[in-house]
């Protein structure tokens, strides 16, 4: 019994940390919410995972449903959770503020969090990742476009294209693009995402691209679509993966390299409710 009281206390101890929100954080026109979880035993400037909700979801839920927090305990590092100011708790990855550096949407506001982490946490800004579901995906995209000079590195879990679901419009729904309708050229995509960020002459991050191959809420047409936008940002071809693996990083998944900044993993059979593989993200980023 004092071996499990021990355990409960050490457990408790390791525990300590808790999801704050954090209120003044920099320019933030569109009122995104920013949460940020800091492990206890945080080493001198930490890496940083950026995590990115779905339609309806919140900081708390994708908190408390991945891996992230336990991991970011195990590899010390912190997990800023933006949340979507709009009811229905999507992304504004459609309007020329949001789609645009400094544009004053969403990805201004999430830019201003990764910046004050910087500053604020000392966080390592050559270690900043950015990670998201669905909404959250199609956002991981945007803000890789957007602010490339930020992030290191992204993960998207069912997304689609940057600029994709343009309408014009704060907090639109592109049917042709979630139908899988938009399609363009490599360079045509690539195109998009370097007038999002017009003045950019630097690299942008390296993206591992996650879907299923029966979803049909954005249409599987849309991780071909995406692909071909990195391929064409990195100038990689698209048709031509160096390598392609199945059952990796898990069944029913085949994954295929474009080159050293670009993987995807295309899940045969798989829904848009896919699972987030926290660790096969740890070792894109460069964390483990
Ligand atoms: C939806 O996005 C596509 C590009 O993906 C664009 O061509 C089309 O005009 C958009 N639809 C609306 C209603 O804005």
Known sequence: MKTLAWASTLLGLASAAQLQQVSDFGSNPSNVR?????????????????????????AQAYYSGSQYANLADQHGFIVVYPESPYSGGCWDVSSDASLTHEGGGDTQGIASMVKYSISEYGVDASRVFVTGTSSGAMMTNVLAATYPDLFQAGSVYAGVPAGCFYTGTVNGWNSTCSGGNSIATPEQWASIVHDMHPGCHGEYPRMYIY????DAVLYPQNYDETIKQWAGVFGYDPDAPIETSPNDPASPYTKSVYGDKLVGALGAGVSHNLPRFEQEDMEWFGIV
């Open 211 to 214: 879907h299923g191959s029966e």
């Open 34 to 58: 920013m949460y940020v979880y800091k492990p206890d035993n945080l080493p001198a400037n930490p890496p940083l995972i950026v995590a990115v909700h779905w339609c309806s979801g919140t």
